[in-house]
């Protein structure tokens, strides 16, 4: 069976150009969770979705982030214009119901 | 306020040996889960151990075991019989019902483990 499907794995770009990260969840879980980790902030929860609607934004740091679910196999988060303080790895995690979440191998971004 | 303390920062062990990683955590709520994760240098965050906070018994998962003491609020991982490849970060974490579902995390242990 397989699991959380990140994409792309490594991402490297300059200031103030679009960046999207894809997210694919375990088939049948009904949350995805976008997190963001650093050295200086440790794990960060950006958003979570509960069958596809966005239910916790409080944590995306400001409004250049975005983050969308279409459809249940599916989610972006998207930085428009990005910036070198947004370097970090970003996780997508799914669980079912409020069970285990289960996490993505990550994307890691340097925006330089 | 729900909260994940984790107050190793790094710890060291050698191998074979048994090893406590501490984690505490801090709700009203009476219906929670607690989490372990394991963070090798590859970047990956691999679930290790789940306890249910009304789970009588403690967790075990192989080498893993999770010491769950609810009056004092601890949920501490023991790792048995420690192998060079259990070296990683070692992230305690919780889910409260009550607050939708959220996932709070510790700020993480690095555990060596010295051939």
């Known amino acids: 069976d397989a699991g959380v499907i990140q994409s792309p794995r490594h991402e490297v770009t300059e200031m103030g150009q679009e960046v999207t990260l894809r997210c694919k969840p375990i088939?049948?879980?009904?949350?995805l969770f976008w997190y963001r980790q650093t050295m200086m902030r440790g794990l960060e929860l950006l958003i979570y979705?509960?069958?596809?609607?966005?239910?916790?934004d409080s944590g995306m740091p400001e409004d250049r982030f975005s983050a969308k679910m279409p459809n249940a196999s599916f989610s972006t988060l998207k930085i428009q214009p990005s910036e070198p303080r947004d370097s970090a790895v970003y996780f997508c995690?799914?669980?079912?119901?409020?069970?285990?979440?289960?996490f993505g191998p990550g994307t890691r971004l340097l925006v330089l | 306020a729900q909260k994940i303390t984790q107050t190793q920062p790094g710890m060291f062990v050698q191998e074979k040996e048994a090893v406590t990683l501490d984690c505490t955590y801090d709700?009203?709520?009476?219906?929670?889960?607690l989490f372990w994760y394991k963070q090798p240098s590859s970047g990956e965050m691999i679930f290790l151990i789940y306890?249910?906070?009304?789970?009588?018994q403690n967790a075990t998962e192989g080498r893993y075991s999770l010491n769950f003491q609810k009056a004092r609020k601890s949920a501490n991982l023991v790792i048995s019989a420690s192998q060079l490849g259990d070296s990683a970060m070692y992230f305690c974490?919780?889910?409260?019902?009550?607050?939708?579902?959220?996932?709070?995390f510790g700020t993480g242990t690095s555990l060596t483990v010295i051939p």
């Open positions: 995690a799914s669980s079912l119901n409020w069970g285990t979440q289960y």
């Open positions: 088939s049948g879980h009904d949350y």
């Open positions: 979705f509960n069958n596809n609607v966005p239910i916790d």
């Open positions: 709700t009203s709520d009476q219906s929670y889960g």
């Open positions: 306890q249910g906070s009304y789970d009588e």
């Open positions: 974490a919780m889910r409260v019902r009550g607050t939708g579902n959220q996932f709070y």
